[in-house]
């Protein structure tokens, strides 16, 4: 005979996973949410398809070739490049959340690199400075 039970499941890590409520596990999330939740990539799949279906394959192609051309601009390192093309045309002008506000990087409390060590960088070249021989043998 055994002493104990068997855990019928794996015990809760409370430091990890926080408290155990039964509120987390009985909230019903709001219909809209859910749809919210759902038409992220699919939303869009099915809007090209959409517009596929009734104005031909040319227009969701250069569709997708302008959201290439506006995803490319970029501007030198060390200035913010806000892509604000890119945002126009998916709509993400008109969402506001966290990343909004927070985690800009001009905010930050870290001193930003300079542009010519962000240029090395990116040009291959960010093997550091070698210092000047002033012309003699080293």
Aim: no cysteine; charged share 20%; glycine share 10%.
């Amino acid at each position: 005979m055994q002493d104990s039970l068997p855990f019928l499941a794996a015990p809760h890590d409370a430091l990890r996973q926080g408290l155990v409520t039964l509120k987390d596990g009985a909230a019903v999330s709001h219909p809209v949410e859910q749809i919210q939740q759902m038409a992220g990539p699919a939303g869009e799949q099915s809007r090209l398809e959409m517009l596929r279906n009734v104005y031909g394959t040319a227009l969701p192609a250069r569709m997708q070739i302008e959201k290439q051309i506006l995803d490319r601009h970029e501007r030198l390192p060390g200035l913010p490049s806000s892509k604000l093309g890119l945002e126009a045309m998916t709509g993400a002008l008109e969402d506001f959340g966290f990343e909004s506000y927070l985690g800009l990087p001009q905010d930050s409390e870290a001193p930003q690199p300079d542009l010519h060590s962000q240029m090395e960088q990116r040009l291959g070249m960010a093997g550091g400075t070698k210092p000047m021989a002033r012309g003699l043998p080293m």
